[in-house]
């Protein structure tokens, strides 16, 4: 069975930095694209980073120099460093599965549950 | 690329058909998923690639492109279905979504 499981959520004040890891079973990470996605209380989806199975990355303009996704095969996890926090920052953050290599079409076709960060002094 | 879902939000009664739409600001081919949110959860997949069920979707739910407008229907609408649908494109990075559209069953 596919399963994410997002931790290393928690209040943080601004100008601050979080890891956030997303633990995944039944598949392999490096096999797939993994991304994130985050979502501000009350308010819409919003795409935040990808990595690819190269390795590869890319990042919304709103996180970039400031976000960083990365991975560990052995562990079969992926993580999102985050530095410079602001309030803005403040959302439920999930990561989920891009299946593309298998399924030629980009998808998130699995999610974890979420891991809220807020950004507050 | 920016996407922009119309309406906001819309009621329906059980039984009843839904249509929402989804316009992307530029050329995005069939590059378009839309997903399913309820309220604490996390967003499902329902439709890839503009028209494709995925896996375990009811066929209640169908999705249709043209050009650069692109259309979620539901029909036959049950209480389950009271959710936010949000849109997703997929022909560039960053993959943006819509705002997302909020459906209230009566």
């Known amino acids: 069975e596919v399963q994410l499981v997002e931790s290393g959520g928690g209040l943080v004040q601004p100008g601050g930095s979080l890891r956030l890891s997303c633990a995944a079973s039944g598949f392999s990470v490096s096999d797939n694209y993994m991304t994130w996605v985050r979502q501000p209380p009350g308010q819409g989806l919003e795409w935040v980073s990808v990595?690819?199975?190269?390795?590869?990355?890319n990042y919304a303009e709103f996180v970039q120099g400031r976000f960083t996704i990365s991975r560990d095969n052995s562990k079969n996890t992926v993580y999102l460093q985050m530095h410079s926090l602001r309030a803005e920052d403040t959302a439920v953050y999930y990561c989920a599965r891009d299946p593309v290599q298998n399924t030629g079409w980009h998808t998130l076709d699995s999610w974890g549950q979420g891991t809220l960060v807020t950004v507050s002094s | 690329i920016q996407m922009t879902q119309s309406p906001p939000s819309l009621s329906a009664p059980v039984g009843g058909r839904v249509t929402i739409t989804c316009r992307a600001s530029?050329?995005?081919?069939?590059?378009l998923n839309w997903y399913q949110q309820t309220p604490g959860k996390a967003p499902k997949l329902l439709i890839y690639?503009?028209?494709n069920l995925h896996s375990g979707v009811p066929s209640r739910f169908s999705g249709s492109e043209s050009g650069t407008d692109f259309t979620l229907t539901i029909t036959g609408l049950q209480p389950g279905d009271s959710a936010t649908y949000y849109c997703q494109q997929t022909y560039s990075f960053p993959h943006t979504f819509g705002q997302g559209t909020k459906v209230e069953i009566k």
């Open positions: 530029q050329f995005i081919s069939t590059y």
């Open positions: 690639a503009a028209s």
């Open positions: 990595i690819y199975t190269g390795g590869a990355t």
